[in-house]
Each structure stands twice: as C-alpha cells, then as structure tokens.
C-alpha cells in the first residue's frame, strides 16, 4: 500500500459545478497537509495549505482534514474552466525540511 | 515566492549518452530538491542537495546515475547519465519557498525523452 494514494481521474466536471478532490494516506505521523496545482508543461505551485485536522477556506477552494480517517478533501466551488489542471496533494511529517509525500495528482477538466 | 527558471525545458537524448539539467533560483537557498515525475505516477524524490557537502539520494537512486552538483546558494545540476528509454520522463527541481509555510516552489520541469 502506497503511503498516498490518490485517485488519477480524469474527472470531467461543467463549469459552475462543486469540485471535490481527495486522498487518503496511512501514515498517522502526517501532520501537514497541501494540496498543489499543476498545469500542463508547468511545475506543481502550492494552492493550500493545512496544520493537523480541521478546515481552511481561501476563496473558492476549501481544503478539509480529517486525520481519523486519514483523509483529506480539496473543495472548488463555482469551478472555471482555468482551473482544469492536475491537482496534487502532499503530506509530510513535523521536524526536519518537512520534505513531502506526493500523491499522484488527480486530472480535473472543467468545460464551459 | 522564489523564482526557479530550469533548463532545457525539453529534450529528447539518444540512449547511453548524458543529460545535465540546470536550477537557477533568483535567491539563496539552503537545500535544494531533484524530483522525478513519470506519467501516472506521484513525485518522487531523487536527491536533496545543499551547498558544500555531497547530495543525499532518496533509495532506489544512486550518484553514478544521477549525479548533482551544488556550486553556491542559487544554483544546482542534475546529470541523468547513460540514458534509457526508462529514464524518459519529467525532472523537476524544488526548494523550500520560506515566504509560504511548509511550501517548496518548483520549477517548470525537464521533460525528457530517451530514444
């Protein structure tokens, strides 16, 4: 079993609908959690970041953690087609360089 | 955010010869990362490379295939060396992006191809 696993998609959505991204991961020691967007021909750049459990909003995205299920949502709402992309979420244990562990991105098309 | 420029952005290599590719970052940086990200699959970290001491390769990678090198605080190499069509793929360089808690900035990818 993978320590992130993530679903590669693709998930084909229209535009304006609610988008919603997940991973779930097996190692308990993760307490920081990320997602990243990464658009073709384009390094991943970090959307959102979240500290152990709870919810964090930053406009359109929300991201959720639930530690106890080892499970972690990526919330858009109001989706645009601009935000058809690979969507990446990363984990990484406190101490050291926080190095993160990637899933493997989830292909997200938003058609007008 | 600290501002990696990479290069070549592209190329395609005949097997058995050699690729170096280049990470410039427009501030001075600690560590800097070599990832790998081949289709479908997740990053995956080559090697963590800071100035004045060897790089640290993550298991399964070793130096003779892909060695780094790490001048000063802005800039770093990675060599894919003696190419196989299995080493086509996406390498990146990263580094810890200090303006943004617990996030690494990356660069815009090698897209490789061995033929």
């Known amino acids: 079993q993978k320590e992130v696993e993530q679903d590669p998609g693709p998930l084909s959505v229209p535009e304006g609908a609610i988008v919603s991204l997940n991973c779930t991961y097996s190692n308990s020691a993760f307490q920081y959690f990320m997602w990243y967007r990464q658009y073709s021909r384009k390094g991943p750049e970090l959307l959102m970041y979240?500290?152990?459990?709870g919810n964090k909003e930053d406009g359109r995205f929300t991201a959720q953690v639930d530690k106890s299920s080892k499970y972690i949502s990526l919330f858009i709402r109001d989706s645009q087609p601009s935000d058809s992309a690979t969507y990446l979420c990363a984990m990484s244990e406190p101490g050291g360089s926080y190095i993160p562990t990637f899933g493997r991105g989830t292909s997200l098309i938003v058609h007008p | 955010s600290a501002v990696i420029s990479q290069k070549p952005s592209r190329d395609i290599c005949q097997r058995g010869t050699s690729l170096t590719i280049q990470c410039q970052v427009d501030s001075q940086v600690t560590m800097m990362f070599w990832y790998r990200q081949q289709p479908g699959q997740s990053l995956t970290l080559i090697a963590t490379a800071n100035q004045g001491s060897e790089a640290t390769y993550e298991s399964g990678f070793v130096i003779d295939k892909f060695p780094i090198s790490r001048p000063n605080l802005t800039f770093s190499t990675l060599t894919v060396s003696n190419m196989s069509p299995e080493d086509s793929s996406i390498y990146l360089c990263s580094v810890e992006d200090l303006g943004r808690d617990y996030g690494y900035t990356f660069g815009s990818g090698t897209r490789l191809t061995v033929v």
């Open positions: 979240t500290y152990s459990s």
